[in-house]
Nanobody, 116 residues
Framework: QVQLVESGGGLVQPGGSLTLSCAAS????????MGWYRQAPGKERELVVD???????NYADSAKGRFTISRDNAKMTVSLQMNSLKPEDTAVYYC??????????WGQGTQVTVSS
């Protein structure tokens, strides 16, 4: 089992920045990919960005150029720096991880609201 705890959500004005963090615990030796999904009201959960243990990243088009993922393999944490936020970025953001055995674990979610 892997447990994920997120932090850093909140309310920010359009054009502002926010950083989300996620810490993994439990059987972390199994972890390969870590990343973030988001789900806006009335929409399906969608990938924002993820990163493999080796550092290969996969950004959604909506995140490219504005969001930056980083990872600390020693601490098994992942962070998402979000810049130039737009109202359409408003969603619940979920940290997730996928193990070498393709097991998927989710965090509890953190709300990000972009509004003036």
């Amino acid at each position: 089992q892997v447990q994920l705890v997120e932090s850093g959500g909140g309310l920010v004005q359009p054009g502002g920045s926010l950083t989300l963090s996620c810490a993994a615990s439990g059987n972390i030796a199994r972890i390969n990919t870590m990343g973030w999904y988001r789900q806006a009201p009335g929409k399906e959960r969608e990938l924002v960005v993820d990163i493999t243990r080796g550092g290969i990243t996969n950004y959604a088009d909506s995140a490219k150029g504005r969001f930056t993922i980083s990872r600390d393999n020693a601490k098994m944490t992942v962070s998402l720096q979000m810049n130039s936020l737009k109202p359409e970025d408003t969603a619940v953001y979920y940290c997730y991880t996928k193990t070498w055995l393709t097991e998927v674990y989710w965090g509890q979610g953190t709300q990000v609201t972009v509004s003036s």
